[in-house]
């Protein structure tokens, strides 16, 4: 699997690479700059901060989760820390409108690892068939590698997403992602480009 998504992320920088624009770089380290709502099913609302590094071509992750929009350290409920390589399309959206200054972006899931926290989320993970979401029992407060288990069948799953089409815009120190989908999933469709933008989040690095 990770040599499809590999193999994909290579045809789509050779696809690329002829035209004239030159997007922007997204190497450093980017935090959030504030406690942040996403969307999920069924009108489900969650609570996250997020902490993304990039190098030239390998991205990482990190993505807590809380209890509420207070985003008190002692209200976590989950850590997700995800890798893998990514490009920024040459093709700049000129359009007018909420995303016009952006660039398409491609972003593979390569490993994924979770951290429960809130004993309610441990023992949902724990609910999982066995082998669905990594090998051994959860325990609050202790990491898995769920990649060699497709990721997590009731939290997130690499056949579901194995990759992600998104939209990158960088101005100055701030660098905004895509509006994420209202299904709270993910996005793997060209076609479907968001059309409004996050918050952005802060270089630090």
């Known amino acids: 699997m990770n040599a499809i998504r590999t193999a994909v992320l290579a045809t789509l920088c050779l696809a690329t690479t002829a035209l004239a624009a030159e997007p922007p770089s997204l ?39 809380y209890a509420d929009d207070t985003c008190d ?54 609910s999982a068939a066995p082998g669905t979401c990594g090998m051994k029992k959860w325990e609050a407060g202790k990491e898995q590698d769920v990649t060699d288990t497709n990721g997590c069948s009731v939290v997130f799953s690499f056949s579901q997403c194995p990759w992600e089409q998104d939209l990158v815009k960088v101005v100055g120190n701030e660098l905004f992602f895509g509006a994420r989908p209202a299904d709270g999933g993910c996005n793997p469709d060209t076609k479907h480009l968001p059309s409004e933008l996050q918050v952005s989040m802060q270089r630090v690095k």
Not at 50 to 62: C, E, I
Not at 97 to 111: C, E, Q, V
Request: proline fraction near 4%; hydrophobic fraction near 35%.
């Open 73 to 126: 350290e002692a209200k976590k409920v989950s850590r997700v820390v995800f890798t893998g390589p990514y490009v920024v399309r040459h093709a700049r959206i000129d359009q007018e409108g909420a995303t016009k200054g952006a660039w398409p972006a491609h972003f593979i899931f390569s490993t994924l690892k979770l951290t429960p926290y809130a004993e309610g989320f441990t023992q949902y993970l724990n």
């Open 27 to 65: 190497v450093g380290q980017w935090k959030s700059t504030q406690c942040e709502v996403r969307p999920g099913a069924n009108g489900q609302k969650f609570y996250v901060k997020r902490d993304f590094t990039y190098s030239k071509v390998d991205s990482r992750g990190v993505i807590t989760f």
